[in-house]
């Protein structure tokens, strides 16, 4: 495990960038796919990684309170030196409750976290719907931590993403720091780590 802190390029206002992944629902989904919601969060995370794990009550908390806001994990891990993050096994935290977003898709790939910039698990991004013709056209208007537990054991005290989706919903500019998410680094096909 290397612990790594978020570090994207993308900047405030940037378009989410586009994706077409395969859900463990047998769906594909593109950002259109979430054009009806006021927001979309999303995620670069795991099944494998402590600090991800840490993060999963909240994400399911989030995805079952906000009926304006899609909350969308995204696993790029490369399977074969992390099983556990295989698309079976997706598919299976999924099945017995473990994870319950409004989508939980794989990057195969692994363009799709590179396009955003992630580097660590969990890693957020919230983006505003800015387009109201439902074409999903989103801008990024928070990147940064969950809440202010830092590490998997901590309970935490503070929830930054409740405070920007609270924002975004009630029109409101998202007046936060954006402190970096930490976690475990992506696990790059290429990287060895």
Not at 11 to 17: L, N, S
Not at 42 to 62: E, G, S
Not at 122 to 147: I, K, M, Q, T, W
Request: one cysteine or more.
């Amino acid at each position: 495990m290397v612990l790594t802190e978020s570090e994207s390029e993308l900047q405030e206002g940037d378009a989410a960038p586009a994706f077409e992944l395969p859900g463990t629902d047998g769906e594909t989904y593109t950002l259109e796919s979430f054009a009806d919601g006021e927001a979309l969060l999303v995620v670069f995370t795991c099944n494998h990684c402590p600090y991800a794990q840490a993060k999963f009550d909240l994400l399911n908390d989030l995805a079952d309170e906000y009926d304006d806001v899609s909350v969308v994990g995204i696993n790029p891990n490369d399977a074969d030196e992390y099983p556990e993050d295989s698309f079976e096994k997706m598919k299976a935290y999924v099945d017995d409750g473990r994870i319950d977003y409004d989508a939980y898709l794989r990057d195969e790939s692994q363009e799709v976290a590179a396009e955003y910039g992630a580097v660590c698990t969990p890693d957020p991004f919230l983006f505003a719907n800015a387009d109201e013709s439902g074409d999903g056209e989103f801008r990024l208007v928070y990147h940064g931590r969950l809440d202010d537990a830092l590490n998997p054991e901590d309970e935490p005290t503070r929830f930054h993403i409740r405070e920007a989706i609270d924002a975004v919903l009630a029109g409101d500019d998202v007046d936060l720091e954006w402190k970096p998410s930490q976690g475990c680094s992506i696990k790059w096909n290429d990287a060895g780590d």
